[in-house]
C-alpha cells in the first residue's frame, strides 16, 4: 500500500465515528449558528481594545447587514510583571484580560445569551522604549483576538438551544 492510499484509509477510518454521531457545519444553511452570520450588530469600541474586539467579530460573524441581535460587552485588563531583573526592574508582563458580553434580540431587547470569557498574555519589556510599547500593543492585539475567538465559539455552542 502506497503511502497516499495509506493517508486516504487513515482519514477514512478516523472520519466514520463522526459519520455516525450527527456531526454538521455550524454554518450550514438552516443549522442554528447559521442565524448569527451577519446578523450581530455589535456595540461600538470605545478605545483600542474594543476596536481590536470588534474586529476580530466582525471577521468571525461578518458585517452586519440587518441586526437581529445586539451584543453588548465590556472589556477588562490588567498587566502584571511576573520577571524582575537583578536591577530590580520588570522584564516579563503578563496582560490578563476579561470580556463579559451579552448578546440581546434586536426586536424585543431580551437577553439570548450572556457570558463571560478570560485568557492572558505575556510579553517583554527588554530592549528599547519603542520595542517595549511594540510588545505590549501586540499582546494586547493578541489578547483581543483571543476573547473574541471565545465569545464566538460560546455563540455557536448556545445557538439554538433555548435555555441559554
Given amino acids: ?3 497516499s492510499d495509506r493517508r486516504s484509509f487513515l482519514l477514512t477510518l478516523a472520519a466514520l465515528p ?19 452570520q451577519g446578523r450581530v450588530r455589535i456595540d461600538d469600541p470605545a478605545d483600542k481594545n474594543g476596536f481590536d474586539l470588534v474586529e476580530r467579530l466582525e471577521e468571525r ?3 452586519t447587514r440587518e441586526p437581529r441581535f445586539v451584543l453588548s460587552y465590556q472589556i477588562v485588563t490588567k498587566a502584571v510583571g511576573v520577571a524582575i531583573s537583578p536591577e530590580n526592574a ?4 503578563h496582560l490578563t484580560g476579561a470580556v463579559s458580553f451579552a448578546l440581546n434580540d434586536a426586536e424585543t431587547g431580551g437577553t439570548v445569551t450572556k457570558g463571560v470569557v ?4 505575556a510579553y517583554s519589556a527588554t ?3 519603542v520595542a517595549g510599547l511594540a510588545a505590549e500593543r501586540d499582546a494586547g492585539e493578541r489578547l483581543m483576538r483571543i476573547l473574541a475567538d471565545q465569545i464566538v465559539t ?10 441559554r
Fill in 1 to 3: 500500500m502506497s503511502s
Fill in 18 to 36: 463522526l459519520a455516525g454521531c450527527g456531526f454538521s457545519p455550524a454554518y450550514a444553511p438552516g443549522a442554528p449558528a447559521a442565524e448569527l
Fill in 61 to 63: 460573524l461578518g458585517r
Fill in 90 to 93: 520588570i522584564t516579563r508582563y
Fill in 118 to 121: 478570560e485568557s492572558f498574555t
Fill in 127 to 129: 530592549g528599547t522604549t
Fill in 154 to 163: 460560546r455563540l455557536i455552542a448556545t445557538a439554538g438551544n433555548p435555555a
